[in-house]
């Protein structure tokens, strides 16, 4: 099974939901914004994917900086606290699958997690190609 916590307003979501979908697989997809967190659920992800809340803190287009979630000295408790009432504060999308769990930004990155690629040629929304016409990997 593969789970994605997903935004659908953001770009990147969406292409890696688009790259899973294209490989065949039908991914659960949570729409966090209107779900929510839990503190264990997070905390759950951030270790499985070996990252602090800190690390995935989303910067830009959240009210991370009003909060002052970006100053020195703030713990990753108080940042953790903040996602829980803000959940846009949780950087996207992030993914579940059994070959482990990952931020998937930017979105090819999602390739490492799945059985099977999207067969070639594969672009992104915005036309980026991720998997060329062999089906090798686009890099850069």
Same mark, same amino acid.
């Given at each position: 099974?593969?789970?994605?916590?997903?935004?659908?307003?953001?770009?990147?979501?969406?292409?890696?939901?688009? &790259?899973?979908? #294209?490989?065949? =697989?039908? %991914? @659960?997809?949570?729409?966090?914004?209107?779900?929510?967190?839990? !503190?264990?659920?997070?905390?759950?992800?951030?270790?499985?994917?070996?990252?602090?809340?800190?690390?995935?803190?989303?910067?830009?287009?959240?009210?991370?900086?009003?909060?002052?979630?970006?100053?020195?000295?703030?713990?990753?408790?108080? &940042?953790?606290? #903040?996602?829980? =009432?803000? %959940? @846009?504060?949780?950087?996207?999308?992030?993914?579940?699958?059994? !070959?482990?769990?990952?931020?998937?930004?930017?979105?090819?990155?999602?390739?490492?997690?799945?059985?099977?690629?999207?067969?070639?040629?594969?672009?992104?929304?915005?036309?980026?190609?991720?998997?060329?016409?062999?089906?090798?990997?686009?890099?850069?």
């Amino acid at each position: 099974m593969i789970v994605i916590h997903h935004n659908p307003e953001c770009g990147t979501s969406r292409n890696v939901v688009a &790259i899973v979908r #294209a490989a065949g =697989e039908d %991914p @659960v997809v949570i729409e966090y914004l209107e779900t929510g967190w839990t !503190r264990p659920q997070l905390l759950g992800l951030f270790a499985a994917a070996g990252l602090t809340p800190r690390q995935a803190l989303r910067e830009t287009k959240s009210p991370a900086a009003e909060l002052g979630l970006l100053e020195p000295g703030v713990s990753d408790t108080q &940042i953790l606290d #903040a996602m829980l =009432e803000h %959940p @846009v504060l949780v950087n996207r999308p992030i993914v579940c699958t059994p !070959r482990g769990v990952r931020l998937c930004r930017p979105s090819p990155g999602v390739l490492d997690l799945l059985e099977t690629w999207p067969s070639g040629p594969f672009e992104l929304e915005d036309g980026t190609p991720v998997i060329d016409a062999s089906g090798a990997r686009v890099d850069g």
